[in-house]
């Protein structure tokens, strides 16, 4: 029989690009055509009725709005970075989170987004210009300028950036690495496949996905200013979740970081599989549509403040 997908309703959400429209005017905006309200827990998320079909609205077309998931926007908005910081995104094309970044830095200070894909950093560099944020495309060695917001794109591999060299400065870093996807509708589909067909391929895809994530994340861990570290994925699997930051663990006691605890009100927390995972925070593939990640890392004793 053919599957028939749960009919369950979902908001949609969309995120004011506050570097271009403030949020009561897309309220305004939006409010002529559909029903829509602020999301009671991510700043500058709006919530409209199922079904809303925005990708032709002129909002969206020209920047203002994008359309977001709740689970995506979360994870910006749980590194918090303040107006001034000098900012990573290790894996961040299309860019629909770097672009959160820099609303939530109000166009102040500097993010550096780096995308090991070619194609896929031309499609962050057209998310950045349609956000409004002022672009810099690094070539070969960073250059200095005096930054008012900048997002710098660098075409590269992460794990190939020095921690103690010219982004040595870095007050965070998100990283939002390649997954399996398996907490997004698409990907969910796959148990239809009968499952011998899907098995081997995935166990053996899915270890070298969690072996990336495991260095990837030691990665960030090793940037000598760093204070805060977002980690994230839209994957179910404990293997690239709870798994991966259990790996680190060890390492980020050493370097001073202990994990927080982003958005306490949200109930749904990390698998029990090790004693902290509690802080960790997952998102539901059903009731919240889609099946998130994530893990945020602090500095302890860290005082960094806005505008610093
Ligand atoms: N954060 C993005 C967003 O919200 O729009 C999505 C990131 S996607 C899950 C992961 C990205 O990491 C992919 O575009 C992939 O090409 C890139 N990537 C994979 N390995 C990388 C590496 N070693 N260095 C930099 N980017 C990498």
């Not at 506050?18 to 829509?36: I, M, P, R, Y």
């Not at 094309?93 to 031309?122: Q, S, Y």
């Not at 306490?264 to 539901?284: A, K, M, N, Y």
Request: net charge negative; charged share 20%; glycine share 6%.
């Amino acid at each position: 029989a053919l599957y028939q997908p749960p009919d369950i309703t979902r908001p949609c959400y969309v995120r004011v690009n506050t570097l271009k429209l403030d949020v009561d005017s897309a309220l305004h905006e939006l409010g002529k055509q559909f029903k829509v309200q602020k999301d009671d827990m991510i700043p500058h998320l709006l919530v409209l009725p199922p079904h809303t079909d925005l990708h032709n609205h002129f909002l969206v077309l020209n920047g203002s709005i994008f359309v977001q998931g709740k689970a995506s926007s979360m994870v910006a908005a749980v590194l918090d970075p303040k107006p001034g910081w000098e900012v990573l995104d290790a894996c961040s094309a299309p860019g629909n989170k770097t672009v959160h970044l820099a609303a939530i830095m109000k166009g102040k200070g500097k993010i550096i987004a780096c995308e090991l894909n070619k194609d896929r950093a031309k499609r962050l560099e057209d998310t950045i210009r349609l956000s409004g944020a002022t672009i810099f495309i690094l070539l070969n060695t960073p250059i200095s300028l005096n930054w008012i917001l900048d997002i710098e794109v660098m075409h590269g591999d992460f794990l190939n950036i020095d921690p103690e060299g010219p982004f040595s400065k870095v007050s965070a870093i998100l990283l939002d690495p390649s997954c399996s996807g398996s907490g997004t509708a698409s990907q969910r589909l796959d148990h239809l496949l009968p499952s011998h067909t899907t098995d081997v391929v995935d166990t053996e895809r899915l270890n070298k996905l969690a072996a990336f994530q495991k260095k990837a994340l030691a990665h960030a861990l090793s940037f000598p200013a760093v204070e805060r570290i977002v980690y994230s994925t839209c994957s179910i699997n404990q293997i690239e979740n709870e798994d991966v930051v259990n790996s680190v663990l060890p390492l980020a006691t050493s370097n001073g970081f202990q994990l927080a605890t982003p958005f306490p009100q949200w109930q749904l927390r990390g698998l029990p599989v090790f004693e902290g995972s509690e802080h960790l925070l997952r998102t539901d593939p059903v009731k919240d549509k889609e099946g998130f990640f994530i893990a945020l890392f602090v500095k302890k004793g860290s005082v960094k403040n806005s505008e610093d």
